[in-house]
Nanobody
Framework: QVHIVESGGGLVQSGGSLRLSCTAS????????MGWYLQAPGKQRELVAI???????RYSDSVKGRFTVSRDNTRNTAYLQMNSLKSEDTAVYYC?????????????WGQGTQVTVSS
């Protein structure tokens, strides 16, 4: 079973920066894509950024030019660098990892990390 651990959330003032990290572990597995999603109170979870193997990163319109997703494949880790944060970025951020184990495909989620931007 692939296990996802996130870190890096917190409280930051508007205009500030944060970097989230997400690491996948758990036996033999391959990774096809790593992405970040957010869920604000009372709203559905939505895509923020995703980096799939061989593809350019994709971003939601609301974060283009401010957020950058990257991966360190040697560490099975993804990062989300968030700059010029706004109050509307406040949400729980979830990491999603998709790939294959020896026996099946998987689609794994982290526990979420809270990002709060104060105005």
């Amino acid at each position: 079973q692939v296990h996802i651990v996130e870190s890096g959330g917190g409280l930051v003032q508007s205009g500030g920066s944060l970097r989230l990290s997400c690491t996948a572990s758990g036996g033999f597995f391959t990774i096809h894509a790593m992405g970040w999603y957010l869920q604000a109170p009372g709203k559905q979870r939505e895509l923020v950024a995703i980096k799939a193997n061989g593809d350019s990163p994709r971003y939601s319109d609301s974060v283009k030019g401010r957020f950058t997703v990257s991966r360190d494949n040697t560490r099975n880790t993804a990062y989300l660098q968030m700059n010029s944060l706004k109050s509307e970025d406040t949400a729980v951020y979830y990491c999603n990892v998709r790939g294959d184990t020896e026996v099946d495909r998987y689609d794994a989620w982290g526990q979420g990390t809270q990002v709060t931007v104060s105005s």
